[in-house]
């Protein structure tokens, strides 16, 4: 998605956080709580999105037991938040093996963005 075709109330929260994080004392009144839970779960959709569950925790592993609701949600990165991933088909995801790709000298393949 670019700038051109993204939903206006984006657009706007990304002026507010950029206009808030550079001119605090003007536009500190836009420092509140509805676009801090905007900024974060932004964020937790970004990541999750793009890792799933795997917080690239550097600590030990734990096995621990515990009962999970029952909302088809799973713990995000961190745990911090619970997320809804969409059910997709496997002809839907990208797969592969890296063992097929690790000696290739050229596994990206380059797009010519129109500008």
Not at 13 to 42: M, P, Q, S, Y
Not at 80 to 100: A, G, I, M
């Amino acid at each position: 998605m670019d700038h051109k075709t993204e939903p206006n109330h984006l657009k706007l929260l990304k002026l507010v956080i950029h206009a808030t994080k550079h001119d605090r004392h003007e536009e500190f009144k836009e420092a509140n709580f509805e676009n801090l839970i905007k900024a974060v779960t932004g964020l937790l959709v970004l990541l999750s999105s793009q890792f799933y569950t795997y917080d690239f925790s550097s600590g030990p592993t734990f096995l621990a037991l515990e009962n999970d609701p029952n909302d088809d949600t799973e713990s995000g990165i961190g745990g911090y938040f619970r997320v809804k991933f969409p059910k997709l088909l496997s002809n839907e995801c990208y797969d592969f093996e890296y063992t097929d790709i690790q000696n290739s000298s050229s596994f990206f393949v380059h797009y010519p963005y129109p500008t």
